[in-house]
């Protein structure tokens, strides 16, 4: 939770600290539209920034630690027949900060990085996109301070959902181990049925009823003309959402093929019987068969999305996947 809620209140920090120095960014001068493109591209730099946290915290600390994991493990059981994380094995020291670096750190760095990257993508689209005609006449997107916000109001709902689905684990005082993956599985799929409630309201209540981008650019006799995408406040909770139920899919089809509760892990465990051979074999084939869902998942979704809302639904569908990033974490 800490790690998203700093993301957004960074973010926006940023944005008003921005704000003094391009000061006619969201008016209605001469130069508003240049400054307002020229900010959030400034702001497109805290994405950068969180991806060079990740490459240290994951690369550069990860690796090194995780071999020192690796080696720890394998000492112990080749020369002195111990077990895996065994007390008397001295090495278990590095074993368990190879955990954490890599594991927690380094992959917190990371979707931090990814989370900080969606966010910055977003708001760079939505300053950049072309002018709109609502009910109220012809203004640019940038002018209208919902449309520019509304990526950083689909991750704070996210929030919100994976904070009142936090109580359902905590509200169980004794739990077999058995039970935990179910838990946990049933968690996500909670806190992205709340986050598409809430989707629906943020957008019927925040967005304008319809509104038209500049959209897609297509050839005529003379050229290349612009056309406008009608898109009505219900195609951005369709943006939005579609990317959100992609991203359960893909969860679940990852916990498949990696926990050693179902099939995969188990066949490649038991590949492990007749030789590395096999063993690699099996498990570059399934990690192959393993993408075939999130790919065609994220392709579904980019496609819906910009039928939709055009460039500005695929930054809202890029977000609604990692919206239910606090509880995933």
Known sequence: FCLCAFGIFNLYILIMLFRLYYSDAFGDGDNAADDTAALFEAIAGYGLGGSSVALFGRVGGGIYTKAADVGADLVGKVEYDLNEDDIRNPAVIADNVGDNVGDIAGMGADLFGSFAESSCAALVIAAQTGAIVSDDGNDAIWENWGYVSFPLVI???????????????????????????????MQIMISTIIETILLFVVSMTLMPEQAHFAGYVVASGDGYTEESILVKNYYLFFSAAVGLWAGLGIGYVTEYYTSNQHRPTQVVAENCRTGAATNVIMGLALGYKSVIFPACAIAVAAYVSHSLAGFYGVSLAALGILSTLSICL
Do not use: D, Q, R, Y
Request: glycine share 4%.
């Open 155 to 185: 991750s704070c709902t996210g929030i919100i959902a994976c904070f009142l689905t936090s109580f359902v684990a905590t509200s169980t005082s004794h739990m077999e181990l058995n039970e935990v993956e179910p838990k946990l599985k």
